[in-house]
Structure formats: C-alpha cells, structure tokens
C-alpha cells in the first residue's frame, strides 16, 4: 500500500503539469524576520513559522506577532513591512502589479513604481493605490480610525466616500461614519525611524554593474555579504565573506516542499538569488563562488541541484554553469521540464557533474532530517554520486506536514494569530476586493462611477489625542526572542535563521538602537510603582535620597504626536 501511494503521488505529479506552479515563486520573499513571524499557506493549511528567504506566492497570508516585524520584498525592489500584531494577505501578483490586505496593524510600503506598475494595499475601510514610486505606510488601530500616511510622492485613498489623493508630507485619517481628515504629519515615531533605517541601508548602495538588470533589486545582498571577483572561465563572480570552513553552497538552510516541487529555503542573509538564479562554480585560486546568469535569460528556479536519492538518504551537489537541471517546470536555459517528456528516455549514465569532485561539495543527509528536520548522525563515508544512480527531478520523496516548515517548530498558542484573524477566508477577500488597474475605477464600488471623496482640512498636525476623538497609543516595541531561542541569552542578529551549532550572533545596530530606545523610555506603569515604592520606605533621609535620583525622562510621541 504504502509503495502504491508513492506511486500514485509521482503519478500525479507528471501527469498534471499545472500541479507544479513553484515557477511563479519568484515574484515575492521574506527579507527580514525578527521573532515569531508566521505564514499560513495553501500547502500547509495552518500556521507555520516563516524563516528568511521564504518564497511566498498568492493566497498566501503573513501574521506579525507581538514583539516581531517582517520585511517583504517584491522583486522590483519594492519593499513592505510588518509592525508587531498585523495581519497582511497576499491577494494578487502578476508582472507588474501587487495587491495586498492588511486586516490589522501596520505596514510600511517602499515602492519601487516601475514604469506601468501598481501597488494595491487594501484595509477593512480603504484602498490605496500607488502608480508611481512612493513610500507610505498604513495604520489600522482598535479604535477604528485607519491613517494613510505619506513621506514620499503621493497615493490613491479611497473609502465607501470616494476618493482623494494625499502627497508627500500628509496624514489622511478615515473612520466609518465620520469626514476624512486630512492634516500634515506630527514629529516621527519609532516604527518610522525604524523603516527609515532600513531604507538608508539599502539606499546607499548603488546597484551592482555585474548583476542583470533584472536582479538589480537585490544588489545590497552582494555587496553586504561578499565581493566580486574576475576569473578566466567565468568573468565576473560573487563569493561570500564569513563562511565556515568545509562550507559549500546549499548547506546552510532547509527543503520545504511548496507549490509541488522541494525548494531550497536558505537560513543566510544573502541567499535569495545566488540559491534560485545562476550556478555555482569552485575556482582553486577564489573558493566556491556564484556564476550570474546572463543578461536576458534570468529564470527563478526552486533549486539548482542534481540529486541522488537512497532508501536511507538524500544527497544534493550544486550545478556547475551549463548543466541541466531537471524540474516540475521551465526555469530557463539549460533545463528540461520533466512533465513533458518520458523520463525513462533520458540516458542517466551519461549525467557527469562537475562539482562532485570538489572536496565537500556534496551535502548528504538522513531521510528523516530531510522530512522531517530530525538530525541523524551520517555515517556514509562515500560520495553517493559516484556510487548510486542520478534521481531525475529530485526525491521521490512524499512530503509530509513537517516537510511543508521552513522552521521545525510548533507555535505555542499564545503567539499563533487571534481567532477572528484565523477565521478569514481570503476567496471571500477577493471577490469584494478586486485588483484594478485603471486609475479612474473604484476598488469599492467598481460598477459605479469613481466620486471624490469629502474631505475636512485640520490645521497644524496629527496628535495623538484631539478634541473630540481620543486616538489610541500602538504599544511600544519590544522585540522578542523566536521560540528555538527562548533558552539562549542572546537574540540573533537581524532575525536570520541559523544552525544551533554555528551560535547566535551579537545584536546588530538596529537592535541595540531599538532596546536603548526601550530601556531609556520606562513605561508609566513602572513609574507609579517605584514612586509606590519610595513611599513606602522608612526614614527620611533613606526617602530624601531616592527622590533625589535620576528622574524617569518624559514620553515622547509614539505615532506622529506633538507633546503638548
């Protein structure tokens, strides 16, 4: 039974060519996890925890939990943060336009605004669309106000009113049953000063000249984490800085089956394109390094690997420049889409890698640390490639629910999305939340002519607390550790996944910068308890001396507010 299985499964796959649709992976990842980020997609059904590099696709939903954040980047370089406590749904992706849905929290938009392109982020009272590049953020808080705030260019708002435009320097606040309010932005908060770091990092690094065009947006991987170098056979090729001895390209990281194919989800800061464009190459005088594909024939792929498959283990090599890699798909020169042709055609013994006769080039595995993530010792000491027969299209392995996680661990329930964010069923999103491209059409009411909406000018700046409307405080930041790493006494650095065995590294600037901020901000909370407390001491003199003592700093502004 369980051989009739594994045959019906591999059956399925090459029967039903639309069954494998990881080529459309390409368009979106996971650039920046800090704690418990999660992902529900239509592979796994439920709430798994995300890992950098993750690739995510439409359908697909994010969930930021407290004390975490997320970046996403689109592949135009467009990039979108997640605050703590939001809720963001994936809803289209097409060449040139990207629809989002943000039910909770906040997101923060960089938006590339290539020439033809669209940005759509809808919320539960508006839509926003931006045409041209711009950065803006949304805002949803409890009390029911959603504020559309814009630092660069200008953007598309739109509620059940009509719809107006907000430039560059503005703050457009909406709420059911109430005008539109439009005012100019109050002193910047914290998750703003966070994003602008964030932009200035990437901003200050032109793209790299030995790149592609189309891989352009993802230069500041390249130049933060290796350098390049000119070699006879290749030209120009990228190598990484600050790896392990006996390291080797696709090592580091994990195989998760998504979208009908195992694709390589790399734990390295820098291992988005090197992993699922180009080949790998060894050169004696420079190490391992990356061969970029040329200019015009750039194709995402899940994983370029040839592979060898026992009933006891898995073994992966990295393609060399020019070798066939054999997939459920097309993913450019020098691959062979075997769900179109008989497999059995293919002279398999006639396959020669060139990497298996680097030292260490070839990963081996257990079968249950590739399924399931389980670490078992390995204890074959031979190359498998030289040994057993080339598996063609990867293991013929079934996957399993571990199989679909980036990152081996179950969520505890406090940190796993609220119910109402669980219940959501994104069909329903879309057919009330239609991408539209045109600019004089209504995301709300498509059917009926686009009005302008009703706004009511406010003077001076956005405040935190007005006459009239009380507006709630986002709670302060406060990073958390990710649940593999509750034991460890330090978080690591930007959020990246890593081995246990390699350590944790030190916080980076941005983390030190946030905890300073939050160690030098003492809640009000604690304020009024030590106050409690000095009352409570005996003698006068005792007392005299504590209230003496550095006084706790006022609060500034937390989202855009003027102290009074």
């Not at 909770?104 to 919320?123: C, K, P, T, V, W």
């Not at 396959?351 to 399924?371: E, L, R, S």
């Not at 995301?443 to 002519?449: A, D, G, I, N, Q």
């Not at 944790?504 to 604690?526: M, Q, T």
Request: proline share 7%.
């Amino acid at each position: 039974m369980k051989n009739f299985k594994l045959f019906l499964f591999l059956l399925i796959l090459l029967i039903f060519p639309g069954y494998s649709y990881s080529a459309s992976l390409g368009f979106l990842r996971i650039s920046y996890v800090e704690g418990d980020v999660q992902i529900q997609t239509e592979d796994t059904g439920d709430w798994v925890l995300a890992s950098i590099n993750t690739p995510l696709r439409e359908g697909d939903r994010v969930w930021v939990p407290e004390g975490s954040r997320a970046e996403l980047q689109l592949r135009d370089g467009t990039a979108l943060r997640l605050d703590q406590e939001s809720a963001l749904d994936i809803l289209a992706m097409d060449k040139d336009s990207f629809q989002f849905y943000l039910t909770e929290g906040r997101i923060y938009a960089n938006f590339a605004g290539m020439r033809g392109s669209l940005l759509q982020i809808d919320a539960p009272l508006s839509s926003v669309r931006s045409y041209d590049k711009s950065i803006f953020r949304v805002d949803i808080s409890r009390d029911g106000y959603t504020d559309i705030w814009v630092y660069k260019g200008s953007v598309d708002a739109e509620n059940r009113e009509g719809r107006t435009r907000v430039s560059q320097g503005n703050t457009l606040s909406l709420k059911e049953g109430t005008y539109a309010e439009l005012s100019s932005m109050g002193p910047s908060d914290e998750w703003e000063r966070w994003n602008t770091e964030r932009n200035r990092r990437f901003a200050e690094r032109p793209p790299s000249r030995y790149l592609p065009d189309e891989l352009y947006a993802y230069s500041g991987d390249f130049e933060q984490n290796g350098r390049w170098v000119s070699v006879q056979e290749y030209g120009y090729v990228w190598t990484p800085r600050a790896v392990a001895v006996g390291w080797a390209p696709y090592r580091i990281g994990r195989w998760v089956w998504v979208g009908g194919e195992y694709v390589w989800i790399s734990h390295e800061p820098w291992g988005w394109v090197p992993y699922h464009y180009g080949r790998w190459a060894f050169v004696s005088s420079v190490g391992w390094c990356w061969v970029p594909p040329r200019r015009g024939a750039v194709y995402w792929g899940p994983g370029f690997v040839g592979w060898v498959n026992t009933p006891t283990h898995v073994s992966w090599v990295p393609l060399a420049p020019g070798e066939i890699y054999y997939g459920r798909g097309y993913y450019g020169p020098h691959s062979v889409n075997i769900t179109q042709i008989n497999i059995n055609t293919i002279q398999v013994n006639k396959i020669v890698y060139k990497n298996i006769h680097v030292h260490n080039a070839v990963t081996v595995v257990h079968h249950d640390t590739f399924v399931r993530g389980k670490h078992v010792e390995v204890k074959v000491k031979e190359n498998l490639f030289l040994k057993e027969r080339i598996s063609i299209g990867g293991p013929a392995i079934r996957p399993e629910r571990a199989t679909l996680m980036p990152v081996v661990k179950e969520i505890p329930e406090r940190r796993r999305p609220p119910a109402l964010i669980r219940e959501i069923k994104i069909k329903g999103i879309k057919e009330k939340r239609p991408l539209i491209r045109e600019r004089e059409r209504s995301v709300l009411r498509p059917e009926s002519p686009l009005r302008e909406m009703p706004v009511k000018p406010r003077e001076g700046k956005l405040k935190e607390r007005e006459v009239g409307r009380e507006r709630e405080k986002p709670r302060e930041f406060k990073p958390e550790r990710r649940i593999e790493e509750e034991k460890e006494s330090r978080p690591s650095e930007r959020g990246i996944e890593k081995p246990r065995e390699r350590g944790l590294e030190k916080p980076g600037p941005v983390e030190k910068r946030i905890e300073r901020e939050r160690e030098s901000r003492p809640s009000e909370r604690r304020i009024e308890k030590e106050r409690e407390m000095k009352l409570q001491e005996k003698g006068g003199e005792r007392r005299i001396e504590r209230e003496k003592g550095e006084k706790p700093r006022r609060r500034g502004d937390e989202r855009g507010v003027e102290k009074d």
